[in-house]
């Protein structure tokens, strides 16, 4: 415990290498290994180091139990989404729809979402944002991908909200919570400046 909490005091002030460092020194323990090498994918994945955080989310995946196996799977998928590695992203997100049970119409639409950026044609996008919508899921992380489904349906208008919303649930967060979702933000940022420039002509 000691040393999780000063891995989370070294990725709160976004010293990341020693954030890995401190995950690192605790996996040997055997303690919710899965959860430390989530942990510590985050901070590699905040260093650029994405194979090193690809490492760990799949060792995650395998040692964790069945019942955290689609998240840590999804995290991998998010991560290479975030990178513009689209193939691995639809293969990682792939593994996750397949694995998840309660947030399954979050990781399905995720899929879509990064089938659409892999050059995929992809049916049913309205549907699966209606899905998306009416679970927990999507009020949280899934306005995020709610915004990315909108935007890549050419609904504009529900693209700005989506990700209006997830910018401004995001940044009334914790700093750590904050500083993990930083590529997120970074990215619907851009999807925001893309629809102004496009509805300015």
Request: proline letters at 2%.
């Amino acid at each position: 415990m000691l040393l999780r909490q000063l891995y989370l005091a070294h990725f709160e002030q976004r010293q990341f290498q020693e954030a890995v460092q401190a995950v690192e020194q605790s996996l040997p323990l055997g303690i919710l290994a899965d959860v430390l090498h989530q942990d510590a994918a985050r901070a590699a994945f905040a260093l650029g180091d994405i194979d090193r955080a690809a490492r760990h989310l799949r060792t995650a995946a395998r040692v964790g139990p069945a019942s955290r196996r689609a998240f840590h799977w999804w995290t991998l998928g998010s991560l290479f989404y975030l990178s513009g590695r689209y193939r691995d992203a639809v293969g990682a997100l792939s593994r996750a729809a397949r694995w998840g049970v309660r947030d399954k119409p979050l990781y399905e639409a995720h899929l879509a979402v990064a089938r659409c950026a892999n050059g995929e044609r992809v049916t049913g996008l309205g549907r699966m944002m209606r899905k998306l919508a009416e679970v927990p899921a999507g009020q949280g992380y899934g306005r995020f991908v709610l915004g990315l489904l909108a935007y890549h349906h050419n609904r504009s208008v529900d693209a700005r909200t989506h990700l209006e919303a997830f910018l401004l649930r995001t940044s009334e967060r914790p700093a750590v919570a904050l500083i993990a979702l930083d590529g997120e933000c970074r990215h619907a940022e851009s999807l925001l400046a893309t629809l102004s420039r496009v509805d300015a002509h």
